[in-house]
Structure formats: C-alpha cells, structure tokens
C-alpha cells in the first residue's frame, strides 16, 4: 500500500506542478519581424495574421504554426495602373466581416512623366482586395506625409472613408495633372467609397484630416482642429458636438455606443448622444475589448492586468482573473485583437507579435 500510496502522491505533485505551469504559460511570440514604424496587422478569417513586416511588405504567419511566416500575395502590381514600385505598406485595415482587406501603398511616379521642373509629392495608392489576396483594385490615391493615415470601413463593408482621398483618378497623369493645377483631370471632392457601384461620395464635412473610428459601429469621433464631435459615418449625421471641449470627446471607443474620455482630469464614459458618466475610482485602462462587456484592463496603471466584465455607467468589474502573464508584455503602446474564436488575443510589443491563449 506504501509503494501506490507514493506512486499516488508522484501522481499528484505531477499534475500540480503540471498545471501550475499551463496557467503560467507565457505569451507565444509568433514573429518577430513586424514594422515598428507602420505595424498594422490583422487577423484574417482562419486564425492566420496578415500584418506589415520590418521591409514594409505584407506577410502572414498561422497562430498554430509560429515563426513560420510567408509572403502575403496580392494581385496587383502597380504598373497596373501605370506606376512604379510598389514601395512600403502604410496602413492594413480588414473589413467587419473579415471578407475585404484595406492597404495604403507608396508607389512611384515613372521617370518618363517627370521632368526637373516638377516637384511632386510622393503618391500612396489606396488599395482594396479579398482577405486572400484576390480581387484587387485601387480605389484612389492620397498623399505621402508624416500624418497618421486614416482609412476604414462601415460595418457592412460596402463604405471605404478615409481622409485625403485626392480629387483624381489613381494614376500617375492625373496625379500630376492635379498637382500642377489642371482642372480637366480633377474629379468632384470625395471621402467615402461606395465598393459595390464606385460611386464617389462626400461627407460634407463630416470626415476631416483625421478620424477616430469605432471598430464596432459607424461612429467616429470627428473634428477640424480637434476632435470635439460623435458622428455616424453610414450617414454623415452628425450625433454630438461640443467645441468647448479641451479634450477629444472620445479618447477610446470601448462599446459600440460609447467610449472614454477626460473632464478636468476625471475619467468619464460617454455615450454617442453626449451623456457621460463619471468614473468614481481609479481610471480604467483598456488593452483590448473580448466580447460585449468583456476586457482585458487595468486600473493601476498596467502594474495589474485583469480579465473581466465591467459595467460602464457604474465603473464596476464582475469576474475579474488577473493575468500576471501578460505583464511587461501588454502595454498601453501595445496593440490587441481578439483571436477569431475568442480563445486568446494576438498583440504587438516592438518588432514582436505575439499570442496568449486563455487558461
């Protein structure tokens, strides 16, 4: 009986050690050649990633098969349309229904439209395709700057907005054209795509040099010099404005229908209507939203991260796990997405992008 009773006991600290060290299991870097100057990256239908590598082109790399990376293929190039390169993604954007993707590419004006009196800015395409790749087309051109791009689409991905489309068609002649002030190859102002007719649209307004989008609905916290306005883009209605504010009016989205914001130092939730709500403790910061009330966040600061369900207009956490696993790794510079079936979250830290499954 000793001799089971010990196999027994062997057994037990076997498990327990065993699982002490799932629920301790460390974030699973998947590559760690993602662009830390443009490093978008989503997650495409399949659980692979697509995101813009340390060369500025698109690679993909599989959650279950980590460091195992490839090229991400579209089909366009750029002489399609008359230009040269392509050079660096500047931004990856992926639709609602995880069915089109958004690039914004640097290409090159060819040597034979140029002559040494021109100085013309660097071009940037905006491309749209498939999730695989497939079914490309360019639906416009904008200008390279050291602005942030901003371009996205509306939950039933049939909108691309975006802010500096260029009055012209995307390719080169025009371009030029436009730059050099021939108004015979400029077309109608436009900041929304219609993708199942092309039709070109204006927001009127609405949709200015930048934007912050909700990646749950339509809205977008808008503004000139700052962003002091709720609107919804599908409609071009604008739903809240305050230009009194000192603050953005939303300085995070965290529901469909509201987000954070800061009066006189003070954390509020504010609705699209501009009720706000005022936090009663310390500030909540978010990391990433799982599902309908459900957050990875912190409320000292990143010292402490957790999971769990918050109740918006009280401030207040049910079900709350801490995960000291992702501590050090999930930052507030950091940026998360839920996996496609919930089980864990893909992240950037650096040039690293990682994975952490739920235990």
Not at 115 to 141: H, R, W, Y
Request: glycine content about 8%; overall charge negative; hydrophobic content about 40%.
């Amino acid at each position: 009986m000793e001799g089971i009773s010990q196999k027994v006991r062997h057994h037990l600290i076997f498990v327990v050690v065993f699982t002490a060290s799932v629920a301790a299991a460390q974030p699973l870097m998947l590559t760690d050649s993602l662009s830390t100057t443009f490093g978008d990256f989503v997650i495409v239908p399949g659980g692979r990633v697509v995101f813009i590598n340390s060369t500025g082109a698109l690679s993909s790399v599989s959650i279950d098969d980590p460091f195992n990376t490839s090229s991400f293929s579209v089909d366009w190039a750029p002489e399609d349309n008359g230009w040269v390169g392509p050079g660096e993604i500047r931004l990856l954007r992926i639709s609602p229904d995880g069915s089109q993707l958004c690039a914004a590419i640097q290409v090159s004006i060819p040597d034979s439209l140029l002559n040494s009196d021109l100085s013309i800015p660097e071009p940037i395409v905006i491309l749209v395709c498939n999730s695989d790749g497939e079914g490309a087309e360019i639906v416009g051109v904008t200008l390279d700057s050291s602005e942030e791009l901003s371009f996205d689409f509306t939950q039933n991905t049939r909108l691309l907005y975006g802010a500096h489309f260029l009055g012209c068609t995307p390719d080169p002649e025009s371009f030029i054209a436009l730059q050099v002030g021939a108004d015979s190859n400029s077309i109608l102002p436009y900041d929304v795509i219609d993708l199942e007719d092309g039709l070109r649209l204006n927001s009127w307004g609405i949709i200015n040099d930048f934007f912050y989008s909700n990646p749950w609905s339509d809205l977008i916290a808008a503004g000139t010099a700052s962003l002091t306005a709720i609107a919804d883009v599908s409609t071009f209605l604008i739903l809240f404005e305050d230009t009194t504010l000192t603050s953005s009016v939303i300085e995070q989205w965290v529901e469909p229908d509201a987000g954070l914001a800061q009066i006189d130092e003070t954390q509020i939730i504010r609705l699209s209507d501009g009720t706000f709500f005022e936090n009663p403790g310390d500030p909540f910061l978010v990391l990433c939203r799982m599902s309908k009330d459900n957050y990875i966040f912190s409320r000292d600061g990143g010292e402490t991260l957790e999971r769990g369900i918050i109740y918006w207009l009280a401030f207040e956490v049910e079900e709350s796990q801490e995960l000291p696993e992702l501590t050090g790794y999930l930052t507030s510079r950091s940026r998360a997405l839920p996996s496609d079936n919930n089980a864990g979250i893909v992240f950037r830290a650096g040039r690293g992008l990682y994975y952490y499954e739920f235990q």
